[in-house]
């Protein structure tokens, strides 16, 4: 099976695992004129145009920035330049950004913006967030502080250490092979006539395959069977890791959870491709006819697997 390149997966940076144990190999990186900054207010990000799409728009660190405030974080390397992430306030409109860039919110922008660069946002994004919201021993309280540029936390008091946390969401596309239908469901907050794949967080002392087997019984009754993993997509709103999947139906009669879900349905091949045909620009957006059919636009993990079945690859 070909790998897929969801939006957000195939960050190019090297994170530098082995080199940032040395602390002072982060502070030459730091210290280094060459190296570029990404500052993120309150979570969006510099983004400027080029050639009919959206690019990040890196900054030098201006001199007199709160680093010990707000450290920067190192996301990696690329030829040989560190790059880092640092919330804007360390040096609020000080960063030199070029004049035509914007502060945007990466899941607005992500269906213009490059693809490389969707990458390293998604890991900056999550990054910089988690630090934010970790500022305190879960063990006992106190103040902890960030190393290895920003790898992971360590209390100033106990022996703590916290590392970043990504938590796994499975999302399946259940098909009926037989009936050649698939199975999808909405929820109340989601525009008139949007459906997509079943989703949910996988449990402690779940496997993948668990977790899709009762994630697709608790949201739409049916027993899933032949759970096969597809690909994957990193989401940070704030830290998922989309794990897409198909499975069989074990069974057809939908009895879904009304606290969870609007409506649950199967759709024919033919209602699929009808609504694949839409342009993309349209998909998951509201303002269809009536009764239409909307699914996720291409930058979900969702069109993926239901492409991927509408086109037989599965
Ligand atoms: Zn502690």
């Known amino acids: 099976m070909p790998e897929f390149r969801n939006t957000f997966s195939g960050n190019p940076l090297d994170r530098e695992a082995a080199r940032r144990r040395d602390e002072s190999w982060v502070t030459e990186q730091l210290d280094n004129p060459a190296a570029v900054f990404l500052p993120l207010r309150d979570l969006t990000f510099p983004m400027r145009s080029e050639g009919g799409g959206m690019r990040l728009a890196w900054s030098r660190l201006p001199e007199d920035a709160d680093v010990e405030r707000y450290p920067p974080l190192l996301l990696g390397t690329s030829d040989g330049v560190a790059r880092f992430a640092i919330d804007a306030a360390a040096a609020p409109d000080r ?3 070029p004049d035509d860039a914007s502060f945007m919110d990466l899941r607005a922008a992500a269906p213009v913006l490059d693809a490389d660069d969707a990458g390293i946002a998604a890991q900056a994004r999550a990054f910089l967030d988690w630090h934010q919201r970790h500022r305190f021993c879960a063990v006992c309280g106190d103040p902890t502080r960030h190393v290895q540029g920003g790898i992971f936390r360590k209390c100033t008091t106990c022996p703590a250490e916290h590392f970043p946390r990504t938590d796994p969401v499975v999302i399946t596309v259940v098909i009926d092979p037989e009936r050649d239908c698939c199975l999808l469901g909405r929820q109340a907050s989601w525009p008139p006539g949007m459906f997509s794949a079943l989703a949910g967080f996988i449990d402690h002392g779940e ?3 668990d977790a899709v087997r ?9 027993h ?7 690909s994957s997509q990193p989401w940070p709103f ?7 999947c198909h499975a069989d139906a074990g069974s057809s009669e939908i009895n879904y959870d009304e606290w969870e879900m ?3 349905r199967w759709f024919s091949r033919s209602e699929i491709e009808h609504s694949l045909r839409q342009p993309a620009a349209q998909l998951g957006q509201p303002g269809l006819p009536e009764g239409a059919l909307s699914l996720p636009g291409p930058m979900a993990i969702a069109h993926t697997l239901i492409t991927a079945w509408a086109n037989g690859s599965v």
């Open 95 to 97: 960063f030199a950004l």
């Open 207 to 209: 496997s993948i395959e």
């Open 214 to 222: 009762r994630e697709v019984a608790e949201e739409s009754g049916i």
């Open 224 to 230: 899933a069977v032949n759970v096969r993993y597809h």
């Open 238 to 244: 704030p830290s998922s890791l989309m794990i897409g």
């Open 262 to 264: 609007d409506d649950v």
